[in-house]
Every structure is written in structure tokens, then in C-alpha cells.
């Protein structure tokens, strides 16, 4: 009798085993798919767990989408802004909707201060918000400034009902796949928001000096792409781009 229920004790201890070991190879699975879509370099997923799509122009990956997350990379939260005397004191890192409306988010994403920014945490891991020479660098891939606008902009206008833009949305073809979208931007004095529609501008990490960093700005009317310098307080889009 003892023979035989130190045989069962036995059986029981390795079953036991056995699906610690099944567990043990689905949660290794599990981490390995949520892996392969991080780095995979066709999408990247943010702490949110928001997906973009990425594309390759020249020798740079981007994201297709503007950013969404509510978080940094480390999971430190961003704090969210609506009130606009709160939005012009700011010296920390901060976001909102355009006009303080979440349905905005998509498809332009949140705006962001530069203050934000200049964490290096905004972005995924493996991804950070370009430099003024990567941008640079990504505009002469497309031909140079007069140019690269129009390849960057999604194709299309609100009048016609084809697009967000407002007309005419001078030369544009989104050949690059940039998917550039006219998310405007929140004033750094006041707080108020302008240009949905008329323009996009996507902050770069470089800064110009104490107040103003640089970005880049598309345009409803034209087919060229412009580098300036805005107040960090500004809200504004941004995009990632791969390290």
C-alpha cells in the first residue's frame, strides 16, 4: 500500500510539473509576440498600447500617425492641460486635445509642449521625437523644401468631403507616406487653439534657445514644407522617428 501511494504522490508531483512547464512556454509566447510588434519596424506600440504603422523614407523609419500616448515611456504620467491660463504657465511637460476635444485625437493625436519633449521619454522605447537635422534630413530626401510638402501631405479636402485639409491643398500627393494631417496647434499666449485644417507643425528636440525650439510646419496652400521656431509652450503634434 505504501509502494503505491508514494507512485501516486510521484504522479501528481509531475503532472504538477508539467503544466508549470505549459504555462511557463505561453507566457514566453505571449512576451515574444508583444516583442515582435515592438520592434517589428512596420508598426510600434506605445506604453499605451496605441499601434502605429511605420514607413521608411530614405534611410529613416517614421511613424505614419501622429502621437496619442497619455504617458511617458517610463509610465510617468503627462499631465493633461485644458484651462488656458494653466496652459500658459507651464514649465513641465503637457498635453491636450485640440479645443480641449478628445474626438480629435483621432486622427490628429494630442498636442504637445515642448517641455514634453525634452524628457526623451515621449516616445516609445527604440523611438524618439527627430532632431531639427533629421527632419532636415528627411525634407532633402523629398527633394528639398519647395517640394517635399505636397509628399507629405494626405491627399484630399474637408470642402469636397475627400480629406482633412482645407482647399486647396496645393500639390498634394503623400507619395512619401508621411501621412502628414493639418492638426493645427494651441498657442503658447492665451491658450487658444488655430489652424485645424490650414496647417500641421510637429515640434523637433532642438532647441533654437531659452523660449523657442524648432518645428516643422505644412500648409493648406502650398506644396512646400518650412522649419521654425516656436515658443515651447506651444502645443503641437509629434511624430517618432526610430533610433
Wanted: proline letters at 4%.
Amino acid at each position: 500500500m505504501k509502494k503505491v501511494k508514494c507512485i501516486m504522490i510521484r504522479s501528481q508531483q509531475f503532472e504538477i510539473a508539467c503544466v508549470l512547464c505549459v504555462c511557463m512556454v505561453l507566457a514566453a509566447v505571449s512576451c515574444k509576440k508583444d516583442n515582435e510588434l515592438t520592434n517589428d519596424p512596420k508598426s510600434v506600440k506605445d506604453i499605451d498600447g496605441n499601434i502605429y504603422t511605420t514607413v521608411k523614407i530614405g534611410d529613416q523609419f517614421w511613424t505614419v500617425e501622429n502621437l496619442r500616448t497619455t504617458k511617458y515611456n517610463d509610465g510617468t504620467p503627462i499631465q493633461p492641460i485644458t484651462n488656458n491660463n494653466d496652459w500658459m504657465a507651464l514649465t513641465n511637460g503637457s498635453y491636450c486635445y485640440y479645443n480641449n476635444e478628445p474626438a480629435n485625437d483621432n486622427p490628429y493625436g494630442k498636442l504637445y509642449n515642448w517641455y514634453a519633449v525634452n524628457t526623451g521619454k515621449l516616445c516609445p522605447r527604440g523611438w524618439h521625437i527627430p532632431t531639427e537635422a533629421e527632419w532636415t534630413q528627411l525634407i532633402d530626401a523629398l527633394g528639398g523644401e519647395a517640394d517635399a510638402g505636397g509628399k507629405m501631405k494626405t491627399i484630399g479636402n474637408k470642402e469636397a468631403g475627400t480629406g482633412q485639409w482645407n482647399e486647396p491643398n496645393t500639390g498634394a500627393t503623400n507619395e512619401s507616406g508621411f501621412t502628414g494631417l493639418p492638426g493645427g496647434y494651441r498657442y503658447y499666449s492665451g491658450g487658444t487653439f488655430s489652424s485645424i485644417g490650414n496647417y500641421g507643425h510637429w515640434w523637433s528636440s532642438t532647441e533654437y534657445d531659452e523660449g523657442i525650439a524648432w518645428d516643422v510646419r505644412l500648409q493648406y496652400g502650398g506644396s512646400d514644407i518650412s522649419i521654425d521656431g516656436f515658443h515651447k509652450k506651444t502645443g503641437l503634434s509629434c511624430r517618432c522617428i526610430r533610433d
